[in-house]
C-alpha cells in the first residue's frame, strides 16, 4: 500500500498545483456561490409576484430557501453514496421516472399550471418528473457505453437504444408541453455518445431524424409555430408572442454597465412575466448589469471546467461518462436558458440552473452536483492497488475527447503480449516476467568464466571459479 499512497498523494500535488484547489473543494465553492447568487435574485426578482399571489413579499423567497435546505441535503447524501450505486438502479429509476411522466398526463393526476401539465403531487408540495428524467437519462446512456465500450461502433448495440429511450421520453415531455427540457434531453444524449466514441455518420443521421420531426411539431402546433416565428423576429410580435423576448430585451439594456441596483430593476412591476424563473437573466442583467451577467456566466464556465476535469480524471469509463453527462446536463439547460432570455434561442420555459426560483430543479440539480463530486472524491490508487489489473471498461475503453481512456480494440485483435509459442524461436525457453533478456545485458556484467576462450589475452591460465586475481597479474601475463 505504500505505493498506492504515494501515487494518491502525488495526484493531489498535481491537482492543486494545476488548479490551486482541490477540484472537490473547488466544485463545492462554485455551487456554493451560485446558489447564494441564485437565493439573492430570487429575493430582488419575486416581491411582486408574491405579494400578490400570496399576500406576502417574503413567501416564495421562503420557500426558495426551504428547497434549497432540501437541495444541500441531497447533495451531501449523493456525495456520500458510491457512484457505482447508479448503475445497479438505472432501470427503475429510468422505468419509474417514464411512470411519473406518463402519470403528469393523466387527469386528476397532474398539476396544471400556466397551461403545462409538468407538475405531480398535492398542495405545495409539487415534483417536476421532467428534471429527474435528465439524471435517469444520463445514468442509463453512461452505464450503456461502459458495457458495451467495444460495440461503439455498431450502431444496432449502442445507437439504437439510446435513440428509443431518448424518443419515447421527449415525446412525453412534449406532450405537457416542454419544449426546452427535450431540448436538453437530446443535448444530453448526442454528448455523452460523441464522448461515448459512436461514429459521427450515425450521430448525424439521428440529428436528422429528430430535426425533421421537430420541424413538424412546430408546423402542426399552432403554439410552438408562434414561438418560433416570435424567436425569428421579437420586435413583430412584441405585443403578441414576442411580448416576453421584448421586455427582457428592454430589462437586459436598461442595465448597462453596472446595472440599477439589487432590487431597482422596474420590468419586475409586472412588465417581465416569469422574472422569478425563467427570465431572471434578465432581472440580473437589469439590477447588476452586464458586469454582474458576465460574472454570473464565468461562475457556470468555472462550473463546466471543473466537471469535465473530474470526468477527465475519473478511476472508471463509468465515473467519467457520469461526471461528462451530469455537467452537459447542467450547461446546455443554462446554456438554453440564457439563449432565451437574449433572444437569440427560441422561449423554451425552463429555469436556469441553481439560480432561478424551482424546487425540483434546484434539487435535483444539487443531487446531480453531489454524484459529481463523489466521482471527484473517488481517487484511483485509494480504491484499487497499483498492482490490481482495471477491469475491462476502464482498460478497453475510449472516447473522442480522452474523456475517459484510449479508443476501444477492434474485435477479434489479440495483445502484443498475447503471441503464440510459435512465434518464439525454435528450441527457446519462455523468458520469465520482467527478466530482461541475455543480450540486452553488458558484457562486464556476465562472469568472466562465460566469455569465451578467444576473449582471453594469449598465454593466460583459466582462473578457478571465485578465485580474484592480484594487481599484479591483472597487469601482466603469467608465463608458461
Not at 426558495?64 to 432540501?70: A, E, S
Not at 475527447?401 to 510459435?422: D, H, I, T, W
Amino acid at each position: 500500500m505504500g505505493e498506492a499512497e504515494e501515487m494518491q498523494r502525488l495526484a493531489r500535488v498535481r491537482r492543486v498545483a494545476v488548479t490551486g484547489l482541490p477540484l472537490p473543494t473547488r466544485l463545492v465553492a462554485l455551487v456554493a456561490v451560485l446558489c447564494v447568487f441564485g437565493l439573492v435574485m430570487v429575493g430582488s426578482a419575486s416581491p411582486v409576484i408574491s405579494t400578490s399571489l400570496y399576500g406576502s413579499p417574503w413567501s416564495i423567497l421562503l420557500r426558495q430557501m426551504v428547497w434549497l435546505v432540501i437541495g444541500v441535503v441531497a447533495l451531501a447524501v449523493t456525495s456520500r453514496v458510491d457512484y457505482h450505486v447508479w448503475r445497479r438502479v438505472r432501470v427503475p429509476l429510468l422505468v419509474g421516472t417514464m411512470a411519473l411522466l406518463v402519470a403528469v398526463l393523466l387527469p386528476h393526476l397532474g398539476v396544471t399550471s400556466g397551461g403545462s401539465s409538468r407538475w405531480i403531487g398535492f398542495g405545495q408540495l409539487r415534483i417536476q418528473p421532467s428534471e429527474l428524467m435528465k439524471l435517469a437519462l444520463v445514468v442509463f446512456v453512461a452505464d450503456l457505453l461502459t458495457r458495451r465500450a467495444e460495440w461503439v461502433f455498431s450502431p444496432r448495440a449502442v445507437v439504437a437504444p439510446v435513440a428509443i429511450v431518448l424518443g419515447i421520453s421527449a415525446v412525453l415531455v412534449l406532450k405537457q408541453p416542454d419544449m426546452g427540457t427535450a431540448m436538453v434531453l437530446c443535448c444530453i444524449a448526442f454528448g455523452l455518445l460523441f464522448l461515448g466514441g459512436v461514429r459521427m455518420k450515425s450521430l448525424w443521421r439521428l440529428a436528422v431524424g429528430l430535426v425533421l420531426a421537430a420541424v413538424v411539431l412546430a408546423i402542426v402546433d399552432p403554439y410552438r409555430r408562434d414561438r418560433i416565428l416570435s424567436f425569428l423576429n421579437p420586435s413583430a410580435t412584441r405585443s403578441g408572442s414576442g411580448y416576453q423576448v421584448w421586455q427582457s430585451l428592454i430589462g437586459l439594456g436598461s442595465g448597462h454597465l453596472f446595472g440599477l441596483g439589487l432590487g431597482g430593476g422596474r420590468q419586475k412591476w409586472g412588465l417581465l412575466p416569469n422574472a422569478h424563473t425563467d427570465f431572471i437573466f434578465s432581472v440580473v442583467g437589469e439590477e447588476l448589469g452586464l458586469v454582474g451577467a458576465v460574472l454570473l456566466l464565468a461562475l457556470f464556465l468555472g462550473f463546466a471546467w471543473t466537471g469535465l476535469r473530474i470526468a477527465a480524471g475519473a478511476p472508471d469509463r463509468f465515473g467519467g461518462l457520469l461526471a461528462a453527462g451530469i455537467v452537459i446536463w447542467i450547461m446546455s439547460q443554462a446554456i438554453i436558458n440564457v439563449g432565451a432570455v437574449i433572444g437569440l434561442l427560441p422561449v423554451t420555459g425552463i429555469p436556469l440552473p441553481f439560480i432561478s426560483f424551482g424546487g425540483s430543479s434546484l434539487v435535483i440539480v444539487l443531487a446531480g452536483s453531489g454524484i459529481l463530486l463523489n466521482v471527484a472524491r473517488s481517487d484511483l490508487p485509494a480504491r484499487r492497488p497499483a498492482s490490481a489489473p482495471r477491469s475491462a471498461g476502464a482498460r478497453r475503453g475510449g472516447g473522442h475527447l480522452g474523456v475517459v481512456g484510449a479508443r476501444p480494440r477492434p474485435a477479434g485483435a489479440r495483445p502484443a503480449s498475447a503471441r503464440p509459442a510459435s512465434a518464439r524461436p525454435a528450441g527457446t525457453r519462455p523468458r520469465p516476467a520482467g527478466a530482461r533478456p541475455a543480450s540486452a545485458r553488458p558484457a562486464s556484467a556476465r562472469p568472466a568464466s562465460a566469455r569465451p576462450a578467444s576473449a582471453r589475452p594469449a598465454g593466460t591460465r583459466p582462473r578457478p571459479a571465485g578465485a580474484r586475481r592480484s594487481a599484479p597479474e591483472r597487469r601482466r601475463p603469467v608465463q608458461a
